[in-house]
């Protein structure tokens, strides 16, 4: 019953920016923290952001601290991620996930199916 949806992925230059969002149905949203994980080919899922229920702490991997920003809008239970000065190594499939605030991906339990994102060279 619970659903994750992800939009906004595609392919971009190095250096441009994207906004993924990740729609939720389902659950109490706002009872859990919501997080973006990524995986490139041949590498496992990694963490790469994470945000509150309220919004008011957020989390993010040393990889893209600085350049992606994670937010959400509890009033229609949607999390966004703010990806700018994108680079080749952001290339991956990026999922969004619904759970406690925690960077290991045994905290969450519900998973979106995952949008593509390229960034080329």
């Known amino acids: 019953q619970v659903q994750l949806v992800e939009s906004g992925g595609g392919l971009v230059q190095a250096g441009g920016s994207l906004r993924l969002s990740c729609a939720a149905s389902?659950?109490?949203?706002?009872?859990?923290?919501m997080g973006w994980f990524r995986q490139a080919p041949g590498k496992e899922r990694e963490f790469v952001a994470l945000?509150?229920?309220?919004?008011?702490?957020?989390d993010y991997a040393n990889s893209v601290k600085g350049r992606f920003t994670i937010s959400r809008d509890n009033a229609v239970n949607t999390v966004y991620l703010q990806m700018n000065s994108l680079k080749p190594e952001d290339t991956a499939v990026y999922y969004c996930?619904?759970?406690?605030?925690?960077?290991?991906?045994?905290?969450?339990?519900?998973w979106g199916q995952g949008t593509q994102v390229t960034v080329s060279s």
């Open positions: 996930a619904a759970g406690s605030m925690q960077k290991d991906l045994s905290a969450f339990g519900a």
């Open positions: 389902g659950l109490t949203f706002s009872s859990y923290a």
């Open positions: 945000i509150n229920w309220s919004g008011g702490s957020t």
